[in-house]
Nanobody, 115 residues
């Protein structure tokens, strides 16, 4: 089992910010596209953001302009900087490593946006 270690998240007010991290092994970091998904209670998991092997970021329409995905190659870690948080951003956020023929999920990190 390839480890994907999700961390970060927590509680924020609307308009606030949080950051998620996902650390993995060097072999996964270099061979897989890395990204973030989220799952709200009672709903299916949905795509949030990802970064191609060449470093190109991609975002869902719902987070474009508010969330930023970055990576630190020295730490084999990707980050999701979440700004201008909304109540509907509340979900469990999962890191995913994907190369098409196989993929791996992190254990998830809770993000709660509440007044």
């Amino acid at each position: 089992q390839v480890p994907l270690v999700d961390s970060g998240g927590g509680l924020a007010q609307p308009g606030g910010s949080l950051r998620l991290s996902c650390a993995t092994s060097p072999s996964v970091f270099t061979a897989y596209a890395m990204g973030w998904y989220r799952q709200r209670p009672g709903e299916q998991r949905e795509y949030v953001a990802s970064m191609s092997a060449d470093g190109t970021p991609h975002y869902s329409d719902s987070v474009e302009g508010r969330f930023t995905i970055t990576r630190d190659s020295a730490k084999n870690t990707i980050y999701l900087e979440m700004n201008e948080l909304k109540l509907e951003d509340t979900a469990v956020y999962y890191c995913k490593a994907d190369r098409g023929i196989d993929w791996f999920w992190g254990s998830g990190a809770q993000v709660t946006v509440s007044t």
